[in-house]
């Protein structure tokens, strides 16, 4: 059967796949925050979970060095539990020196941070800023509206249906990984240092 991945690929390379920018959406989103006046920023995300919470990390990596900041360890907060792949509050353990902002590798992940933050005394966008990435959350997940990289999802789903009627008629064309962009959508989360 002709299989196409959306938003995540194959690392064999034996699917085609569809995928969101993930690493230059969140190189925007970081440089978003160095333009709003953060220079402490952390990444929250279980890297190597998933190829895009990794490409996700490398966008934010991109942005700090840019910015002269130093990458390690200590500027990534896991997510989710390795096991069964949850996101959770339980899972989020906040850093003891704490940055002015979070870039987190998804709106789901960023609302359980939101609650995390706040359990600790800790305001958004008052104390922290926190962006996401998606801009997808089911209703009731956040109070508050979350920045982020809106992932197009129709152009998405567009492109792969094109591969999957390529595939099932026969017709040549060019395998591989597609990259669709989106774009940062601007809400609540975030204030200027």
Known sequence: APIVCMDFFDESGNCDAVISDGYYGTYMLTNYLFDMG???IDYVGTLLYTSSITDRYFGFCKALMEHG?????????????????DVSEESIVLPEHMPSAFVCNSDLTAS????????SGYRV?????VVGFDNYLYPGLC???IT?????IREMARRSINVLIKKMSG???KTGVRVVEGNIVYKDSVKKQ
């Open 38 to 40: 953060h220079t402490e």
């Open 69 to 85: 900041q130093k990458i390690g360890e200590d500027r990534v907060i896991n997510d989710r539990d390795w096991e069964n792949g």
């Open 112 to 119: 359980a941070l939101i609650k995390v933050l706040r359990k």
């Open 125 to 129: 966008p008052e104390d922290i800023s």
């Open 143 to 145: 109070d508050i509206g």
């Open 148 to 152: 982020t990289y809106e992932v197009d």
């Open 171 to 173: 017709e040549v064309y």
